[in-house]
């Protein structure tokens, strides 16, 4: 919810639809709305399944992957220079340690590489659909395995499309 005066930052590439309802509502409330440019999210070279990611200067190893984990650090940068905006002491140095620090268990999580053990607790289809696009970014020599646990009501036909070919077996079970 919006409030007067506050601060709303939301996703880079919000779907442009999302983006319209969400600058109508904060000009509705007087509420800045900071939108991360995604053309200022840089990947850099890391090594198979990390992460290092450049956003505004602000450059940091992540240990989760993917475009919307890159997303999600933009976020926390723009929240981070709000408050600073607003007269809060936060060095550039505490942003980057806090990024650095940020973990996300579960999320495309690495647990082995080889062979490649992934553990994702995506539980819709967008959620799949970023998966698959992690998965197609590293450019695998194999296609991996998957055992997947569905909740019957998480529309697990969709989240099965979303994946696609990102897998050489996929195990659902729901």
Not at 82 to 99: M, N, Q, S, T, V
Request: proline share 6%; aromatic share 6%; charged share 20%.
């Amino acid at each position: 919810v919006m409030r007067e005066g506050s601060l709303c930052v939301t996703a880079p590439e919000q779907p442009k639809a999302v983006l319209s309802e969400l600058i109508v509502a904060a000009g509705k409330c007087s509420c800045e709305l900071v939108v991360p440019d995604p053309e200022d999210i840089t990947f850099l070279e890391a090594e198979k399944f990390t992460s290092k990611v450049d956003y505004g200067g602000y450059t940091v190893p992540l240990a989760f992957l993917g475009r919307h984990a890159a997303g999600n650090a933009a976020i926390a940068v723009e929240m981070a220079l709000a408050l600073w905006r607003k007269g809060f002491e936060i060095p550039d140095e505490a942003i980057l340690e806090g990024l650095e620090a940020t973990r996300f268990p579960a999320r495309i999580e690495v647990l082995r590489s080889q062979p490649l053990v992934l553990l994702d607790g995506s539980h819709n289809p967008a959620g799949a659909a970023a998966l698959a696009a992690t998965l197609g970014a590293q450019k695998l020599p194999q296609k991996p395995a998957a055992v997947l646990g569905v909740l019957a009501d998480k529309a697990a036909a969709e989240m099965l499309r979303a994946l696609g070919d990102s897998f050489s077996t996929i195990y659902a079970v729901t």
